[in-house]
Every structure is written in C-alpha cells, then in structure tokens.
C-alpha cells in the first residue's frame, strides 16, 4: 500500500528563520510527488512537482528536493504570508490512474 | 493557467435533502476529475475519479448511489449528495487534470456543506 508520511505536523518559525519540511514515501513505482500549498478554507495551490531522485525545484524562497525515499521542502528566509498548511503527495501507476496519496501536511507558522 | 472553478463555495441544507456541485475547467479540457473531502485538520481523501462521458470510478467506502458524479463535458463534473445527512457535512474539493499520464491536479476552491 502506497504511504506518505510528513514531518513535523506542524512548525512555528520566526520571519528569517529557514527550515525544512519532511515527505516520506512508499510507493512501487513513484511516477510523480507534488508539493501543494493549502490556506485554511481554500483548495490546495500547486507548487512544484518532482519526478525522479536528485530532481531539485524552485520558487521564490522555497526549494523542492527529492530522493528514492523522501521529498523535502526548504523554506529559506520565510515570510508570514508563507504560513499555510504544506501537503504532499505521490503519484503511483494504478492501472492507468493518475489518482494521488495525500500526506497529512506540514502546518507551517511563520511569526513576525 | 490551469484554473479550476467550483459552485457554490458553500452551502446549507436541511437532512433528507440533495444538494449538486459543479467543478469547472475554465482555462483546459479536463479530461479527467478528482473528487475529495476533507474533514478539520485532516488530510484529503479521495472519493472518486471521472473521465469525460465515461462512469466515475470510486474508492473503496464510498457509496456511489449517494455520491452521484457526471463528467458530461470536458470542462464539467458535477457531484450530488443524495438525501444528505449532518455526517455529509464536510469540505468538498475537486481537481482536475488534462490527462496523459503523470499530470498534475489543479484544485478548485472547494465547496462548503453544512447538513443541519
């Protein structure tokens, strides 16, 4: 059974301080792991997808990373306007379904 | 780009009652849609995955003849609670892709259900 597991469930950074987020996963066959970004009472918005081991991806001040087990999510020199529940998901071919397997996310405080 | 709509943003209703929601494409034919729900502080949970004109496909726990979903155009799916009761209250999201294999989902805002 495909897993996502994130790490911590939730972090308070003060402004300027850099962290990273945790995304574990198991998965036969890792077609795809997407980072979303999810404000409270809203739809998750779409960061970055990450397709095979060593694959780095950028915006603004966060950095996406991937390895054959986990993803990580680096938050340099965050803002308060950061602070948002950050999930992450993993894309495993199910008999031609492009269905995802959420983790439970990441929610990030960022304190001015 | 990639912009996908959902109507109402919220909704009350009383027991017994069907309420439909309507998730849009408005920039790219979607020819597939994802349905979710997601309770406070929990993550989401897919309920179900629609092609374009084509039977939906539901997850293991999901009561198909409550949950009635139609992808009748490459830009619409629609999801109805049937006869909703307070344990439906919940956050309903969509997404969708434009197929092809490793795609990625784009959300809509999400919809709002209150069952008194």
Request: with cysteine.
């Amino acid at each position: 059974e495909d897993q996502v597991t994130q790490s911590p469930e939730a972090l308070r950074l003060q402004e300027g301080e850099s962290s990273s987020l945790n995304c574990s996963y198991t998965v036969s066959g890792l077609r795809g792991l997407f980072w979303y970004r999810q404000d409270p009472g809203k739809g998750p918005e779409f960061l970055f997808t990450l397709y095979s081991a060593g694959e780095e991806k950028e915006k603004e001040r966060l950095k996406a990373t991937l390895t054959k087990k986990e993803s990580f999510l680096h938050i340099t020199a965050p803002k308060p306007e950061d602070s948002a529940t950050y999930l992450c998901a993993v894309q495993a071919p199910q008999g031609g379904s492009e269905k995802l397997v959420f983790g439970k996310g990441t929610k990030l405080t960022v304190n001015p | 780009g990639a912009v996908v709509s959902q109507h109402p943003s919220w909704v009350i209703c009383k027991s017994g009652t069907s309420v439909k929601i309507e998730c849009r494409s408005l920039d790219f034919q979607a020819t597939t849609m994802f349905w979710y729900r997601q309770f406070p502080k929990q993550s989401l949970m897919l309920m179900a995955t629609s092609n374009e004109g084509s039977k939906a496909t539901y997850e293991q726990g999901v009561e198909k003849d409550k949950f009635l979903i139609n992808h009748a155009s490459l830009t619409l799916s629609t999801l109805t609670v049937t006869s909703a009761h307070p344990e439906d209250s919940s956050f309903y999201i969509c997404s969708a892709t434009g197929g092809g294999g490793s795609e990625t989902q784009y959300f809509g805002p999400g919809t709002r259900l209150l069952v008194l």
